[in-house]
């Protein structure tokens, strides 16, 4: 079996274990935080920063939910890692953004963070803050989900098919089911432009 082949194999085995109930658990949070006049931050590090700020786009335009991500002011980010440090750059972002109650925070992590292991500790502060203010939490996370499963209130955790590829396919998996989640009727508003143009 070539590569290519194996790698398919394992993303039908993927798909095949994600668990559907804690997807609609996510698609219901996302329709709450929009009916409550809440707000949408998407936090991620690295591959999962990326997803971010494109899925900011999505939730923001197709699902009509006021979302933003600290990552795509990279001014902001640069200064506050050099000033407060790497730790803190999320959390302070946040509360600087006056997160509240009505809020939700969505992780895409590898690993969900880990304080232990000094592993993406800015993810960690950044759910420890907001569950002292009361937000509501979800995360789209590979591995044990870390930090970010243990403290969200729906983990939608990547399984492990083959722990060589875990990072490539809990990445590939995330973009899936957040455009799952805003292709979801519960949570989509505007149809996308080519569902929406008829063919000639």
Known sequence: MTFTEQYLVEATKVISNLDS??????????????????????????????????AVN???????????SPSDNVSELTARTNDEGWDTVYSAWLEGSRLRKDDMILVFSVGGGDA?????????????YAKAVGASIAGIVGRDGGHTARVADVAILVPVVNPANITPHTESFQALIWHLLVAHPKVLQMPNKWERTTAS
């Open 58 to 68: 999505d939730f923001r335009k197709i699902a009509r939910i006021e979302s933003y």
């Open 116 to 128: 232990t292991r000094n592993i993406s500790t800015n993810l960690v502060r950044a759910l420890d």
């Open 21 to 54: 109930a804690a997807i609609e658990r996510v698609a219901d949070l996302l329709v709450a935080v929009r009916e409550r006049g809440g707000r949408l931050f998407i936090l991620g590090v690295g591959g999962g920063a990326g997803h971010a700020s494109h």
